[in-house]
């Protein structure tokens, strides 16, 4: 614990940055309190996922800051293809060691692909949130709301800020 705290003040003190090591592959991140990683250009719900709009689909998952909070990913329970997800409602579970979590759809739309590899592999969502461990896609209904997401720095702050206050 210690050295987390020594390196998390280090590395807050140093406004320590990063890049992917797959840089072609993925947007800068930055470097939280809790060395989550916050991907640039991505959309995020104050729920803890995030969102990545590209042409008429948008990408969902939870956030490496999530998922560290959750700790190791058991299960993972998402909605069928060509079901409809509204925001702020629930469409599924992710359950860990530590509890069973709702996940909450940042937009409203039509799902269009389900992550099938979470079915065997949950722990993708651990290793891997923004890459391999991706819940659905979705085809917006409103891309408006995605304008009343965070982008990658207030939910870098909205993080710092949940973190301390606990």
Known sequence: MALRMWASSTAN???LSSSASKSHLLPAF????CFSSVLEGLKYANSHEWVK???SVATIGISDHAQDHLGEVVFVELPEEKSAVTKEKNFGAVESVKA???IISPISGEVIEVNTKLADSPGLINSSPYEDGWMIKVKP???AELESLMGSKEYTKFCEEEDAAH
């Open 30 to 33: 930055s470097v939280s309190r």
């Open 141 to 143: 209904s409103n891309p």
């Open 100 to 102: 069973t979590s709702e």
């Open 13 to 15: 003190a140093l406004k």
């Open 53 to 55: 709009h590209e042409g």
